[in-house]
């Protein structure tokens, strides 16, 4: 399993949309956005030079510990972390526009539409892969960053259960698909 105790997030920079905010305002209206749940996180507005298509906030969540944990061991930690996460990206969505979030963020993303499809009824979920696609890359001074790659799709594969093979669809822009269940027990086949 992956040793991940932080994601990235980007939030779009209000002020070159258009609003009459400072930017000492439009980062104070971002971070207000993560201090509602009680993030840890910093926010980085050098991260993307000014000239960029789509200025945007580099926001960092850290002390996401839980993330090295298979899901299987920890299922409730995970229904929480998800459940809360999920609901920043709406929230952030909803007030500032559009985000784009890391692989780690579409991971989360993806749990929490699989927990929400099943509810109690899932006694375990099983993370068995994930395939990411970039859309697009461009050139930045860190290949690794997610201002590199924003635009991502990727398709996570779940067994809920132990017998149920679940597709989830995630963009980085924070859409979820619950595109395919496949019966895997033996009268499934």
Do not use: M
Not at 19 to 48: C, Y
Not at 80 to 96: E, I, Q, S, T, Y
Not at 101 to 121: I, P, T
């Amino acid at each position: 399993q992956r040793n991940v105790a932080v994601i990235q997030i980007l939030v779009n920079d209000r002020p070159y949309d258009g609003d009459d905010l400072s930017p000492e305002e439009a980062t104070s209206l971002v971070a207000q956005e993560f201090r509602v749940d009680g993030w840890e996180f910093s926010i980085d507005r050098d991260a993307v030079p000014e000239a960029a298509d789509w200025p945007v906030f580099v926001v960092t969540l850290g002390g996401l510990f839980i993330l090295g944990k298979p899901i299987r061991d920890n299922l409730d930690a995970w229904k929480d972390l998800a459940k809360r996460f999920g609901a920043l990206v709406r929230r952030l969505r909803a007030r500032l526009g559009p985000v784009r979030l890391d692989d780690e963020g579409c991971r989360l993303l993806a749990f929490e539409s699989v927990y929400e499809a099943f509810g109690e009824s899932a006694s375990t979920i099983e993370e068995l892969g994930v395939l990411a696609v970039r859309a697009r890359e461009y050139s930045t001074r860190d290949a690794t960053s997610l201002t590199h790659h924003p635009d991502t799709v990727s398709a996570h594969a779940f067994r809920v259960n132990d017998e149920i093979l679940v597709l989830a669809i995630v963009k980085s822009s924070g859409s979820v698909t619950l595109l395919h269940r496949e019966d895997l027990s033996l009268y499934g086949f």
